[in-house]
């Protein structure tokens, strides 16, 4: 199931698609169809209207605004008498040798490999509209499949509009990022440079109150300096110190770390470098502890910080040198195994993921059910395709997870394909002690210390999932 999608123009060729061709299936007019992912640009709600679109063109019923482009969109319904698709539904978009049209459908289903359809020989006398834009039918299990053509709406007039995202270079790499909220701004770091992050924690520290610091904040057995990044970067604020917050926590030279603010975590997203902009001088006195900003829409961008420059920053590194050790009885860190960046959460019981698995971390659709016997929840547009998502805990323990405001979609690769985890809760990002399962098996079990107390967690094994999704 590959829902990674290629800038470059794709073309139908009449030679037969290789067996590792994916392929969206999508309910349309009382039907299922098939269509090639490589073909899928997005899909998107459908808007409340469309925009009138003057077309002869068969089924054109408007066009949709889409990031300053006119798609023209078709109702197969309308063009071939099929029963009509419910009024905003969904528009999946098509990419046609650089082109976009769209076309209106009830709902996405799942993605399969083109092997695991059985193409059937049919012989078909029409030769109407039909059997031109769906000229193949293919079995899934018991399930009829009408394969589209996308090339044949082009060839029967239907009008397209050019598609104007620049396509990528192969060396615009993406690297992950935690977003996170402060003041009313988003900031992102690298994941990679997270020594963990804290939930709401109550502020102490009031002899380190100075500058941008605020005081301190405990993590595990280190005190650690706790800074507003507002005041940092010479950015206004409301001046109100608060007696508990959350912070993501930095890690400078040995013991030494640093913790930022944060009003709350909100994501890990996937920022390649050709997206972050020169950062405006206007925007912050200290500039230069910036990458530069994304922008997100005309009145909202991200700041994104620079973790080299905030360890080389004199003053930084000087509140950093204060974290120390202490707590009750002195404690120390006992945590077991190797040490390394995890990702908690709670699916049906406590689990983790070693962030180098996470891809991203998005948001659960309101409209997921895990009604039924199915892991699998729903399919969501995600980076301009498809993504299949699964109840992560009736995978692991059999029992459908209750899906609340906290639940979000853990987004991991299992045989190389893009797939979603639902998960009832995200709890945190932060060094953990892995260790052995009690048979020996390497790397079963998480540590997690706070306050005192060893909590465990399950480190889900994606390989053991792959029957479910592949």
Same mark, same amino acid.
């Given at each position: ?6 800038? !470059? ?49 068969? /089924?054109?019923?408007?066009?949709? !605004? ?62 109407? @509209? /039909? ?15 009408? %394969? ?77 300096? @706790?800074?507003? #990044? ?9 001046? %109100? ?41 206007? @925007? ?52 077991? /195994? ?57 995978? @692991? ?7 609340? #405001? ?9 045989? /190389? ?10 709890? !945190? ?42």
């Amino acid at each position: 199931m590959d829902t990674s999608f290629s800038d !470059a123009p794709v073309k139908t060729t009449q030679g037969a698609p290789t067996p590792t061709t994916s392929i969206a299936l999508i309910e349309c007019g009382g039907k299922v169809i098939g269509v090639e992912v490589a073909h899928v640009r997005e899909v998107i709600p459908e808007p409340p209207e469309l925009q009138p679109l003057p077309s002869s063109g068969p /089924g054109v019923i408007g066009c949709l !605004a889409l990031r300053g482009l006119a798609v023209p969109v078709v109702d197969f319904s309308n063009m071939l008498g099929w029963p009509p698709e419910p009024h905003l539904g969904i528009l999946v978009v098509l990419r046609i040798d650089g082109c976009l049209v769209a076309f209106r459908a009830r709902a996405t289903r799942r993605i399969v490999l083109r092997a695991q359809i059985r193409m059937q020989d049919i012989a078909i006398a029409a030769t109407g @509209l /039909g059997e031109s834009i769906f000229p193949r039918l293919g079995l899934l299990e018991e399930e009829a499949i009408a %394969m589209l053509d996308p090339n044949a709406l082009i060839q029967l007039g239907i009008p397209s509009t050019r598609d104007s995202r620049v396509a990528a270079k192969a060396s615009d790499i993406s690297e992950q990022y935690l977003l996170f909220e402060m003041g009313g701004r988003d900031f992102v770091l690298p994941v990679a440079r997270v020594d963990g992050t804290v939930p709401e924690t109550e502020i102490g520290g009031h002899t380190l109150v100075s500058g941008p610091c605020e005081g301190s904040i405990r993590r595990l057995d280190l005190e650690i300096p @706790l800074i507003n #990044p507002l005041l940092m970067c010479g950015m206004a604020h409301d001046g %109100m110190r608060p007696r508990a917050t959350g912070a993501i926590v930095l890690k400078f030279e040995g013991e030494q770390r640093l913790a930022l603010r944060a009003d709350r975590v909100r994501d890990i997203i996937q920022i390649k470098r050709s997206l972050i902009a020169p950062m405006p001088r206007v @925007l912050a006195r200290r500039h230069d502890l910036f990458l530069g900003v994304v922008p997100v829409s005309e009145s909202h961008w991200y700041h994104v910080l620079d973790p080299t420059r905030l360890a080389e920053d004199p003053a930084l590194r000087n509140f950093a040198a204060l974290a120390r050790r202490g707590g009750a009885a002195g404690a120390t860190s006992t945590l077991r /195994g190797r040490r390394s960046t995890g990702l908690l959460f709670r699916a049906s019981g406590d689990f983790a993921l070693p962030i180098e698995q996470v891809e991203e971390i998005v948001g659960l659709p309101p409209s997921a059910s895990t009604e039924g016997f199915s892991a699998h929840l729903c399919t969501i547009s995600h980076r301009g395709g498809l993504l299949p998502v699964f109840c992560l805990g009736q995978m @692991l323990t059999g029992h459908a997870s209750n899906f609340g #405001p906290l639940a979000a979609v853990i987004v991991v690769r299992i045989e /190389g394909e893009k797939i979603g985890l639902a998960v009832e809760e995200m709890l !945190a990002i932060e060094r953990v002690g892995f260790v052995e399962h009690a048979d020996g098996r390497p790397e079963g079990m998480v540590e997690r210390q706070q306050s005192g107390r060893k909590r465990s967690f399950s480190v889900v094994e994606l390989a053991e999932l792959a029957p479910y999704v592949v």
